[in-house]
């Protein structure tokens, strides 16, 4: 009798390993759809910069590699507030991710350049030059601020 009750214990409800799945599904559709948000919001940021930020990266460009840089934590920002809100059934969570992380990433995108505009900061010397130029501070401090703000407005 002792020896029956320990062993039922220990046994898995029903169904458990059906829901162990489906939330394992979940966590790689919504990490498809996080890497496709950043990867979205990096272009983005590219396109809209003077200069391929990918190439002034991979040559080693400092200014380049610090506004990158706050550029994806940026964009991390909104990917993880808008996974974090996404509620209702799975299609309806992935779809408003989607919907509203690629809202979040071009507002996050026209705010930064708005603010590059505003200090008249010439960001394509600044991206391309190979001496580190603390302004790329204030331009990566914009995008990380600007993505907090546009993080917080998603929620």
Do not use: C
């Amino acid at each position: 009798m002792t020896t029956q009750l320990a062993v039922s214990s220990l046994a898995l409800e029903e169904g458990f390993g059906g829901a162990l799945l489906r939330g394992v599904g979940a966590i790689a559709l919504y990490a498809v759809v996080g890497l496709l948000l950043m990867l979205v919001g990096f272009y983005a940021i590219d396109f809209t910069t003077p200069g391929k930020l990918s190439q002034l990266v991979r040559n080693g460009a400092p200014n380049a590699v610090v506004i990158t840089s706050a550029g994806l934590i940026s964009m991390a920002f909104i990917v993880v507030v808008v996974i974090n809100n996404a509620g209702g059934k799975l299609s309806e969570g992935l779809l408003s991710a989607l919907v509203f992380g690629f809202v979040g990433v071009i507002v996050q995108v026209l705010a930064v350049r708005l603010l590059e505009w505003v200090t008249r900061i010439d960001i394509g010397n600044l991206i391309r030059s190979e001496v580190y130029t603390p302004a790329s501070l204030v331009v990566a401090s914009a995008h990380l601020a600007l993505g907090l703000v546009v993080a917080v407005a998603i929620s």
